[in-house]
């Protein structure tokens, strides 16, 4: 009896599954996780420090190199994967995607304070419900240029969009290289007449230079993914995010996280829009 009791404890102790070893092809120095954070750190950096703060099943290491680079070895690399990217249907033939980890208040339009278009732009608002119609602006003022970062996605609808001939002498597309992308002085150089930008990015530079709009084309919250490689490896990868997304979304300390990247007045219809993407509510 006592060698089977000896021969069960020694297959419950082999059962026990090592961490899985993830390469995290990102926009982060490799020892983020082992630093402070910083006052002003990132949405989506607090978030992933809680996610593997409760996940004993990863053992993440990260490469600082930018979006193409991280495309290619994620499309093949068994065990790479990339944090904080949008869905098209491209990538989704390319990678899988776990749940929603982060939600954002979405896209605007950014233009100086000072720039002559204001008067052009609020004329046409009213035309248009209170939102710009970014498609029927490019159309009809050859002179407005939008800064966009080469290789970010805007969201589906958008992409289609900036990918048009029709549109493409009204749109100026920087390289951001493997950190986060800077379009501000874009603005303050002039090279552009406004940026498509996130509002959380206004932490970034001066607000008080600047006016945003609402996109009719953008979505009201962009919803943030895990892509990892398509295989059994990426699979059981996508599985444990899965586990901590699940078990962290739902609660306060997620949410408030959230909610430091928000307005006080916005915040009511952010939640009711956090809860029904991210919760399903």
Known sequence: ???????????????????LDVQFQSKMPPDWLAQEPAGNESLELSLMRLIFAHNSGLRPDFALVNHTKASELTRTSSNSCMASILKNPQREAEFLFSKPFSAIEGLKLYLPADSLFHPRLQTKLKQWGGKVRLRELLLTEPDFIIGLDMERSYGSDLDLLFKENAVSRNLYFKQSGAQIAQLWPMLQQYRVSAVLEYPFMLATTDASKLEGYNVAE???????YFACNKSETGQAIIDQLNQSIDSLAGTQAYLDLHLKTVPTERRQDFVQNYNRLMLGD
């Not at 009896?1 to 961490?19: D, G, K, N, R, T």
């Not at 953008?218 to 943030?224: F, I, K, S, V």
């Open 1 to 19: 009896m006592w060698q089977q009791v000896i021969l069960l404890s020694c297959l419950s102790f082999f059962a026990v599954a090592e961490p």
């Open 218 to 224: 953008a979505q009201p919250l962009q919803l943030a």
